[in-house]
């Protein structure tokens, strides 16, 4: 099994690979023995984390953030349902197109407009990425869906700016809390996936599955922090360039 390498992660990423791989965990393991005993430590400090990364005060951020939020939420109804309608269009090759956009959707989540800011951003932010990959966008573009993921990419990063301006200021000052949450969430998880690791090699079965479900979410989430690490070391590149 790969490794998770939360250092590169941000805060709202640990927390929501986390919660995905818990859950693989619980659905596919949890009469285990040793998961049984771990998983309960792992949920304190996930819940922790959730507080601290949504924790604002100001009723007038609060307002503005569940506007913006409000916003983005109509644009990913607006692009899954749309997606979701062509999945039955009488014509085969639009249907095949809105159907590989629909499966994509449903494992990262139907209703992830419903869930928290700090999961929701992660997840939104992990479909745009999925839907600007082959054959995904080739997809998008086929039934003419392409404006729809622009606007939500808009409505996204609108609320992103947001929440990092009026919030970080909470954030940080939540800072040793947090840390202190990421770093028991290491220990704990990490020990679950090498036992889930080992019992794969001895045993195989549900062990060995899981581990595979596990590796496609850490692979996704690690691809998600280097392309971001890689755009920003671009970004900082280009402003060291002297003008032409």
Known sequence: MKEFYDSILTSNEVHTSVIRI?????ENIKDDPFIGKVMPLLKPPIADLSKALGRTTDPTMVKLLSKKDGVRDSRYV??????????????????????TLVTI??????????????VESSLLQALINRL????????????????????LKTAQSDFETTFKQ?????????????RNCRI?????????????DLM?????????????KIDEVVTEFETMARTRRTKKTSAENKDKQPPA
């Open 166 to 178: 009026k919030v970080d200021v909470k954030t940080r000052e939540e800072y040793p809390k947090i």
């Open 22 to 26: 818990a859950d693989l965990i619980s």
């Open 184 to 196: 028991l969430i290491s220990r704990y998880l990490g020990g679950m996936m090498s036992y889930i």
């Open 105 to 118: 959707f449903r494992e990262l989540g139907w209703s992830m407009h419903r869930q928290g800011y700090a």
């Open 200 to 212: 794969a090699e001895i045993n195989g079965g549900t062990f060995s599955s899981t581990a595979t």
């Open 132 to 151: 600007e990959t082959t054959p995904a966008s080739t997809a998008l573009a086929a039934i003419g869906g392409a404006s729809r993921l622009t606007d």
């Open 78 to 99: 607006a692009l899954r349902d749309f997606c979701k309608a062509y999945s039955s269009d009488v014509d085969a090759a639009l249907a095949e197109a809105g159907n």
